[in-house]
C-alpha cells in the first residue's frame, strides 16, 4: 500500500467514524415540526414507542452517498487503469439507484393510526397530538400541547375557581403538557429572557385565554404570532419595548377584554388601532406617551371601556 493509498483509506475511515456521531434519526416529536438532530451519545427516546424514531431521510442519503464515494475511491485506489473505469461506471449506477430510492421514501405521508378504542385521559400522559389532530380528539378532557423538552418558554396557569381575577400554577411550558379543556388558560412568558416567539405556533388558537408577557423582551414583530389566539381575552405588555407598531397587530383581535400598556412606548397615533376592539372593557396607559386629547378621542370610541392613565 503506498503513501497515497494510505492517504485515502485513512480519510474514508475518519469521514466515516465522524458521520457517525450523529446518525440520520431526529429528536422525538410529532411529525413535521423544526426538530434538531440527536447524536449517538444522546438517542432520543420516541414519545409513541409504534412508531419508532423519525428518520431524516435527506441526510440519510447524503452520508450514504459520502460512504459509496469514498469506498469507491478506495476501491479504485488499488485497481489498474482499466478497472478504475469499470468501476466508475458501476459506482454511478449505484448511487442513482439509491437515490430513487430515497426519493421514494420521502414520497412517503406518515399517518398516525386510527386508535381501536377509545383512551382515557391517564392514558393519554405521553402521548403527542399533532397540532392538525385536534379535532379527532374532541372527546378528550385535555388538549395535549408539545413544546421543547430543554427549556421552558414559561408557565401555563389556570384561572381560580374561587376569584376570577387569580391564576393558579398548571405546568411549566416545556415537554409533553396536558391543558384541560372547558378552563380558562394563561400563558406567562419567562421574564428577562430571550424566547423564541415561533413556538408559539406548537400551541392551537383556542387554548389560550391570556397572555402575560410583562417585563419579557418580546419585540413587536413578535405579536404577529400572537394574533393567531382567537379567544385571546387579555394581554399583558407592561415594562416591555413594544411600540405602536405591535397594535397594528392587536387591532385584528377582536375577542380582546383587557390590556396593559403600562410603561411602554406607544403614544396618542397608536390609540386609533385600539379603537377598533369594540369589546374592550379595561385599558391600562400608565406612563405611556399619551395625551389628554388622544385619551378623549378613545373614550368617545370605547364607551364600555375602563381606561387608566
Same mark, same amino acid.
Given at each position: 500500500?503506498?503513501?497515497?493509498?494510505?492517504?485515502?483509506?485513512?480519510?474514508?475511515?475518519?469521514?466515516?467514524?465522524?458521520? @457517525?456521531?450523529?446518525?440520520?434519526?431526529?429528536?422525538?416529536?410529532?411529525?413535521?415540526?423544526?426538530?434538531?438532530?440527536?447524536?449517538?451519545?444522546?438517542?432520543?427516546?420516541?414519545? %409513541?414507542?409504534? %412508531?419508532?424514531?423519525?428518520?431524516?431521510?435527506?441526510?440519510?442519503?447524503?452520508?450514504? =452517498?459520502?460512504?459509496?464515494? *469514498?469506498?469507491?475511491?478506495?476501491?479504485?485506489?488499488?485497481?489498474?487503469?482499466?478497472?478504475?473505469?469499470?468501476?466508475?461506471?458501476?459506482?454511478?449506477?449505484?448511487?442513482?439507484?439509491?437515490?430513487?430510492?430515497?426519493?421514494?421514501?420521502?414520497? +412517503?405521508? +406518515?399517518?398516525?393510526?386510527?386508535?381501536?378504542?377509545?383512551?382515557?385521559?391517564?392514558?393519554?400522559?405521553?402521548?403527542?397530538?399533532?397540532?392538525?389532530?385536534?379535532?379527532?380528539?374532541?372527546?378528550?378532557?385535555?388538549?395535549? /400541547?408539545?413544546?421543547?423538552?430543554? *427549556?421552558?418558554? @414559561?408557565?401555563?396557569?389556570?384561572? =381560580?375557581?374561587?376569584?376570577?381575577?387569580?391564576?393558579?400554577?398548571?405546568?411549566?411550558?416545556?415537554?409533553?403538557?396536558?391543558?384541560?379543556?372547558?378552563?380558562?388558560?394563561?400563558?406567562? +412568558?419567562?421574564?428577562?429572557?430571550?424566547?423564541?416567539?415561533?413556538?408559539?405556533?406548537?400551541?392551537?388558537?383556542?387554548?389560550?385565554?391570556?397572555?402575560?408577557?410583562?417585563?419579557?423582551?418580546?419585540?413587536?414583530?413578535? *405579536?404577529? %404570532?400572537?394574533?393567531?389566539?382567537?379567544?385571546?381575552?387579555?394581554?399583558? /405588555?407592561?415594562?416591555? %419595548?413594544?411600540?405602536?407598531?405591535?397594535?397594528?397587530?392587536?387591532?385584528?383581535?377582536?375577542?380582546?377584554?383587557?390590556?396593559?400598556?403600562?410603561?411602554?412606548?406607544?403614544?396618542?397615533?397608536? /390609540?386609533? =388601532?385600539?379603537?377598533? *376592539?369594540?369589546?374592550?372593557?379595561?385599558?391600562?396607559?400608565?406612563?405611556?406617551? +399619551?395625551?389628554?386629547?388622544?385619551?378623549?378621542?378613545?373614550?368617545?370610541?370605547?364607551?364600555?371601556?375602563?381606561?387608566?392613565?
Amino acid at each position: 500500500m503506498g503513501s497515497k493509498q494510505r492517504f485515502i483509506f485513512l480519510s474514508t475511515v475518519l469521514v466515516i467514524a465522524a458521520m @457517525g456521531v450523529c446518525p440520520p434519526w431526529k429528536e422525538a416529536g410529532p411529525k413535521g415540526l423544526p426538530l434538531t438532530m440527536a447524536p449517538i451519545y444522546a438517542p432520543p427516546i420516541p414519545k %409513541n414507542p409504534e %412508531n419508532g424514531l423519525e428518520i431524516d431521510f435527506a441526510r440519510l442519503f447524503l452520508q450514504a =452517498s459520502i460512504v459509496m464515494i *469514498l469506498s469507491g475511491g478506495i476501491q479504485m485506489a488499488f485497481q489498474d487503469k482499466k478497472e478504475r473505469k469499470d468501476s466508475a461506471s458501476s459506482l454511478v449506477n449505484q448511487f442513482n439507484q439509491f437515490k430513487q430510492a430515497a426519493d421514494a421514501l420521502n414520497q +412517503v405521508t +406518515v399517518v398516525p393510526p386510527v386508535a381501536k378504542e377509545a383512551k382515557s385521559p391517564a392514558d393519554m400522559k405521553d402521548v403527542i397530538i399533532h397540532p392538525a389532530a385536534f379535532k379527532d380528539v374532541a372527546a378528550t378532557d385535555f388538549d395535549i /400541547l408539545e413544546l421543547p423538552a430543554h *427549556l421552558a418558554i @414559561g408557565e401555563f396557569l389556570v384561572e =381560580s375557581e374561587s376569584d376570577p381575577d387569580s391564576w393558579e400554577w398548571l405546568a411549566d411550558a416545556k415537554g409533553t403538557i396536558k391543558v384541560p379543556k372547558g378552563k380558562s388558560i394563561q400563558l406567562e +412568558v419567562a421574564k428577562e429572557q430571550d424566547v423564541d416567539f415561533a413556538l408559539l405556533k406548537r400551541i392551537p388558537p383556542q387554548v389560550l385565554d391570556s397572555m402575560d408577557l410583562s417585563q419579557t423582551k418580546v419585540r413587536d414583530e413578535d *405579536l404577529a %404570532n400572537v394574533k393567531r389566539f382567537t379567544r385571546l381575552k387579555e394581554i399583558d /405588555l407592561s415594562d416591555t %419595548n413594544v411600540t405602536n407598531k405591535a397594535l397594528e397587530h392587536l387591532s385584528s383581535m377582536k375577542s380582546l377584554r383587557k390590556i396593559w400598556l403600562d410603561n411602554t412606548h406607544v403614544d396618542d397615533e397608536a /390609540l386609533a =388601532s385600539l379603537a377598533e *376592539l369594540s369589546k374592550l372593557q379595561k385599558l391600562s396607559l400608565k406612563d405611556c406617551n +399619551v395625551t389628554d386629547a388622544g385619551i378623549d378621542k378613545l373614550k368617545a370610541s370605547l364607551n364600555n371601556c375602563k381606561i387608566e392613565v
